[in-house]
């Protein structure tokens, strides 16, 4: 029995979905699996709630899934859907016994520290949270009792992180997967990575590159994020997709 849940707050580009200002069709839609906040997800876990990524859309995601508590945030990468929400943090710091452990890698952490310095003052105004910055290298590492292992991809020329938990591993933002962090992703019951688009991209994986990577990971189930609205209708490409293959959706749930 599977008592680990994976939550998706978020599965939009960096823009979301509807796009403001747009009049792409899939911007216009009324389904509210075409609906993308910014990528982030939630795992619940024995005595663990942890939040990977912080984008700008944190505080209402944390608001329509009813989180009660967070304990660690995990970052990807630096870019602004991935951080921008670190302030909205707040209400979870205020409930700890102490700073909000945040993981990443050395430079995400330092951007972190230029892009909200008064949250590291010395002596900082007292509504501001408090971070206990968690470098992360190329080892395993633990948190909560739970046992964690980094996967560095390529997003470009950006190093982005992936982490893989038990036998699942989730993945944005990526363009490539260096071939010596295969061997992490061995035996993987279920693969969430990003598929941005059916064109190729500088800095994510198109729908086709997507499709590459899973059949040679061979998960028994995948879900694609980080979905951009030239993507298509999520129904529409539900019916074209593998049958053990899925466009994931804010709000969906996963055991793993």
């Given amino acids: ?37 910014r990528s982030s997800v939630l795992l619940e876990m024995d005595n663990a709630n942890i939040v990977i990524d912080c984008g700008p859309d944190f505080r209402y995601q944390m608001l329509r899934e009813k989180v009660n508590d967070v304990d660690g945030i995990f970052l990807t990468h630096e870019h602004s859907d991935h951080i921008a929400g670190m302030d909205d943090i707040r209400p979870y710091y205020f409930k700890l016994d102490g700073d909000m452990p945040v993981f990443g890698q050395q430079y995400v952490l330092d951007s972190v520290k230029v892009r909200f310095p008064y949250i590291f003052f010395q002596n900082k105004y007292p509504g501001a949270p408090g971070i206990e910055p968690n470098i992360i290298c190329n080892d395993d590492f633990t948190f909560k009792g739970h046992t964690f292992t980094p996967i ?105």
């Avoid at 938990?165 to 061995?186: M, R």
């Avoid at 298509?232 to 997709?241: A, D, T, V």
């Fill in 1 to 37: 029995m599977k008592n680990n849940t994976l939550t998706f707050l978020g599965t939009g580009t960096s823009q979301g979905i509807p796009v403001p200002g747009s009049s792409h069709p899939v911007s216009l839609s009324e389904n509210k699996k075409d609906k993308r906040l």
């Fill in 152 to 256: 560095k991809v390529d997003h470009g020329k950006l190093k982005v992180l992936g982490y893989r938990i038990n036998d699942l591993v989730y993945i944005t933002d990526a363009s490539n997967i260096p071939e010596d962090q295969y061997e992490k992703l061995k035996n993987v019951d279920t693969l969430i990575i990003n598929a941005l688009r059916h064109e190729v991209h500088h800095s994510h994986f198109s729908l086709k590159e997507a499709l590459e990577v899973v059949e040679k990971v061979k998960p028994n189930k995948a879900y694609f994020t980080h979905i951009s609205q030239h993507l298509g209708f999520h129904n529409q490409m539900e019916k074209i997709l593998p049958k053990n293959v899925h466009l994931a959706f804010d709000t969906l749930k996963v055991k793993f």
